[in-house]
């Protein structure tokens, strides 16, 4: 890991999920379809495996069964791939696999966050308390200190609700939610302008749900909410992070017992593929 500048990482873990189960078998066909993932990127021409070093260090070691063992595992792991000097790049796993690796991240300071997701994850608890679940990963970030939520924007929320509680607690703490209505009439450029502007020029961790997209382009995944971007605006969002300090990314949320021809797969490599090449450049 010495000489590694990016790191892939998978993290094959589920534990968190309330509704259908299955991405913990997201990283197996993440990197199965990036196959299909060629040496340089069309639209921006960028090499990114020639710009950096980049490697597979395989999936972190986990345990199904406890939810507290394994977050404490995931930390510990990506704690030691910091201290190596590596930039993690991350395919989940449900949307709980953020929070273990934001407390390595964020360790020394808390950092800003660009989310995107059909869902802010900032509920409080889940069915009488439950703290820990892919809905709560962002509240317990930020009441942990490691989220400064004056500099995280959510893009593309939507769908139906159990109650505001979420949208509350993010007005009520500075995050910027930006529901998909209002991205929609505003197009990708201008919203990634305002997000880079939250952002500033401090450390920013990336936190990429699949289910940001529409499930015409994305079924395999767990909450799959209709209205959402198309695939090529998925791709768009991701090339106007250029400029942003980031310190870690993931792509989260693939669930590949829902994606009988692998197109979300794809689509979540191809995302990942888009990310590598925004970093690379800037290592």
Not at 87 to 110: M, Q
Request: aromatic share 8%; net charge negative; with cysteine.
């Amino acid at each position: 890991m010495a000489e590694v500048q990016i790191g892939l990482i998978g993290v094959p873990w589920d534990s968190g999920t309330t509704n259908r189960p299955g991405p913990r078998h997201g990283p197996r066909q993440l990197r199965d379809l990036s196959t299909m993932i060629r040496a340089q990127n069309g639209i921006t021409g960028v090499r990114p495996f020639e710009v950096a070093n980049c490697a597979d260090l395989g999936d972190v070691p986990h345990n199904p069964a406890d939810i507290t063992d394994c977050m404490e595992r995931i930390t510990e792991f990506y704690r030691k791939v910091l201290a190596a000097g590596v930039l993690p790049l991350t395919a989940g796993g449900d949307h709980l696999s953020t929070l273990p690796i934001l407390r390595a991240v964020a360790e020394k300071a808390p950092v800003g966050m660009i989310h995107f997701d059909s869902h802010t994850d900032l509920f409080k608890g889940y069915f009488g308390g439950t703290k820990y679940t892919h809905g709560t990963p962002f509240c317990r970030a930020v009441e942990e200190g490691i989220l400064d939520p004056k500099r995280v924007c959510m893009i593309g929320i939507r769908g139906t609700t159990y109650d505001t509680e979420d949208r509350d607690f993010a007005d009520n703490i500075g995050i910027r939610v930006i529901a998909i209505e209002e991205f929609h009439k505003r197009g990708v450029t201008d919203v990634m302008t305002e997000a880079r502007e939250i952002a500033g020029d401090g450390d920013t961790y990336i936190s990429y749900d699949i289910d940001f997209v529409d499930p015409a382009f994305a079924p395999g995944t767990g909450t799959p909410e209709i209205g959402g971007p198309n695939s090529y605006q998925a791709l768009e969002v991701v090339r106007h992070l250029s400029g942003v300090r980031i310190v870690g990314a993931d792509l989260v949320e693939v669930s590949p017992p829902f994606d009988s021809l692998g197109n979300t797969a794809f689509l979540g490599a191809s995302i990942m593929f888009e990310l590598l090449c925004v970093i690379a450049p800037t290592l």
